[in-house]
């Protein structure tokens, strides 16, 4: 079993819908949770980090987590097509990260 | 903003090559890392660091070394490239105590 997985995708959804992108995890110890944008060619920005259960808002984005069901997502709101990008979700319990290997996320006009 | 920065974007290098990767950060991070990625693979971890001098191996280190001279300069070595080391090399860098990693452009290495 992976430690961190995503499903690949692409997650395709319209412009102005909301996209949603999941995450789970397998080391209950993990403390902090991280999601990554990564455009082609490109290397990953951070864009979002969340550590205690429930939602964190940033702008567009939103985090949620759920440490009982080892479940983290990323909900992005009104998708734009310069979203489309791979995002990654990161684990740690150590100063050290655990990678999925990223959904990929298109937004057609 | 942290700001990290690698020496080279694309590089082309002949099997057998030295190869050194450089990495610089100006936020005076205690804690930098490299990783390789490759498609379906994902992000793999291959030395990191968490002082001047220091270095521990990731899960991949076979292949590779790395030097820490000075504490914003993190720079990995490989001694005799080979095909299979073609890749996308991230360094990124960590205060220490926090968790987030802030990372740099990316060197595209390719072996012939």
């Known amino acids: 079993q992976k430690e961190v997985e995503q499903n690949s995708g692409p997650l395709s959804v319209p412009e102005g819908a909301i996209a949603s992108l999941n995450c789970t995890y397998s080391?209950?110890?993990?403390?902090?949770f991280f999601w990554y944008r990564q455009y082609s060619g490109k290397s990953p920005e951070l864009i979002m980090s969340?550590?205690?259960?429930g939602d964190k808002e940033d702008g567009r984005f939103t985090a949620q987590l759920n440490k009982a069901s080892q479940y983290v997502s990323l909900l992005i709101r009104d998708s734009q097509p310069s979203d489309s990008a791979t995002y990654l979700c990161?684990?740690?319990?150590?100063?050290?990260?655990?990678f999925g290997t990223g959904t990929r996320l298109q937004v057609f006009p | 903003d942290v700001k990290v920065t690698q020496s080279s974007r694309y590089l082309v290098k002949r099997t057998g090559e030295k190869v050194f990767l450089e990495c610089v950060q100006d936020?005076?991070?205690?804690?930098m890392f490299w990783y390789r990625q490759d498609p379906g693979l994902g992000l793999r971890l291959i030395y990191f660091?968490?002082?001047?001098?220091?270095?521990e191996k990731g899960d991949i280190p076979e292949g590779y070394s790395v030097s820490r001279e000075k504490k914003e300069r993190f720079s990995l070595i490989l001694e005799s490239a080979s095909t299979n080391q073609t890749s996308m090399y991230l360094c990124?860098?960590?205060?220490?105590?926090?968790?987030?990693?802030?990372f740099g452009p990316g060197t595209r290495l390719t072996v012939t």
């Open positions: 990161a684990v740690s319990n150590t100063d050290k990260l655990i």
């Open positions: 080391d209950r110890g993990s403390q902090s």
């Open positions: 969340i550590y205690s259960n």
């Open positions: 936020m005076d991070h205690e804690n």
């Open positions: 660091s968490y002082d001047v001098k220091m270095k």
């Open positions: 990124a860098s960590q205060y220490q105590g926090a968790y987030e990693q802030y």
